[in-house]
């Protein structure tokens, strides 16, 4: 029995295998034609090259429940039509221990999906999103419209970039008065943590008085805050760049600020349930297979697994947006498309059963 399991797992692992390499190609390669419409004097083709390289983790991690999908698919289907599968139906083997061979290898493809996720892809998309802003000289005091927004104190405070280090690019301070009336702003080009403060260099401060503005240049200067660098370093443009853990802690800091968190919540349960997500997957692929595709071509299998997986995408794509927009749980709107393909690959094993 167990060789059984090995042969089967083997199958479909080489069939996602192959599936997820064709996804990833093409996914790279779509990647960098559309980084050839950036490049500049500072940001050749080697450049942009390089950016993508560097987020290939997160094109893998995207691509994980879709290559188990198709793949499960493509591999059964290969069993179905050498008539393996209807061989070990008659001698006994029940279509659950089929199931849970196929499962082994994609519980692999789970912690892959879980490392990537928590320990991978934080930093090497925030080194490629800053790479990249600092060839394309865009971690000045222009670019105000990337970066982050923070509340710190009497002061909001935004900076354009930061590194998995913990240093800090483009820091811009804004204070106000108690009539909403601005009193100050600072920007400094670069800043770093130094124990229990922080350290700002090259900084440019404007004090605004009734009848005047003064300004004054220092080239490094004391910052208090309660903010700890590791919270900084959570700072990227995307809420899908942080990891599980990094969610949970910004959402908690969000919510104690009284800001918005939905976003970084509805990231963070997608990536605590991307297990779920795959395996859902898997299951509406076997009973597929043990269902209406038993006897189909290959080539059907896979346009029905593609088009399986467009449905499940926009059907989260359609409740995520919404839990933000309509202020319903996050983790519902996850969920429910995860329920609906378990409940889906239920029903149809049942049937074939």
């Known amino acids: 029995m167990r060789k059984l399991d090995v042969y089967i797992g083997r199958t479909v692992a080489m069939a996602v295998g192959a599936v997820l390499l064709v996804l990833i190609g093409l996914d790279v390669i779509f990647a960098i034609v559309d980084q050839l419409g950036e490049l500049e004097d500072n940001y050749q083709f080697a450049d942009a090259v390089l950016y993508v390289l560097w987020t290939l983790p997160e094109r893998i991690y995207e691509q994980l429940g879709f290559s188990a999908l198709v793949g499960c698919m493509v591999g059964l289907g290969t069993l179905a039509g050498t008539s393996e ?8 083997i029940s279509i659950g221990r089929i199931a849970w061979a196929v499962m082994k290898p994609v519980m692999l493809l789970i912690v892959l999906g879980l490392a990537l996720a928590e320990f991978v892809i ?3 998309n925030q080194t490629a999103e800053n790479r990249k802003a600092m060839a394309l000289g865009e971690l000045d005091d222009s670019g105000l419209e990337e970066g982050l927004w923070l509340k710190e104190g009497d002061e909001f ?3 354009n970039a930061a590194l998995p280090s913990g240093e800090l690019y483009g820091v811009t301070r804004y204070r106000f008065g108690d009539e909403r009336e601005l009193q100050r702003v600072e920007f400094a080009e670069r800043g770093y943590f130094a124990g229990d403060h922080w350290i700002l260099e090259n900084s440019r401060t404007t004090t605004f008085t009734a009848d005047r503005a003064l300004s004054e240049v220092k080239a490094r200067q004391e910052w208090q805050a309660e903010i700890s660098p590791e919270l900084f370093a959570l700072v990227v443009p995307l809420p899908s760049d942080l990891s599980p853990r990094n969610l949970w802690a910004y959402g908690n800091f969000l919510d104690r600020k009284g800001e ?3 976003r970084y919540w509805l990231q963070f349960w997608k990536k605590l349930l991307q297990p779920l ?3 859902s997957l898997v299951m509406v692929a076997i009973s597929f297979i043990f269902g209406p595709l038993r006897e189909v071509t290959t080539g059907l299998r896979v346009f029905t697994g593609v088009i399986v997986g467009i449905v499940f995408q926009t059907l989260q794509d359609m409740l995520g947006p919404s839990s933000v927009v309509f202020g319903f749980p996050p983790f519902i709107a996850v969920l429910l498309p995860i329920l609906l393909c ?4 239920w029903l149809l094993l049942k ?3």
């Open 85 to 92: 599968l209807t061989v070990m139906r008659a001698a006994g």
């Open 122 to 124: 934080p930093h090497t």
């Open 157 to 159: 405070v935004h900076f």
């Open 260 to 262: 918005d968190s939905s």
């Open 277 to 279: 997500t795959i395996a």
């Open 342 to 345: 378990f409940a889906l690959g």
């Open 351 to 353: 049937r074939a059963r």
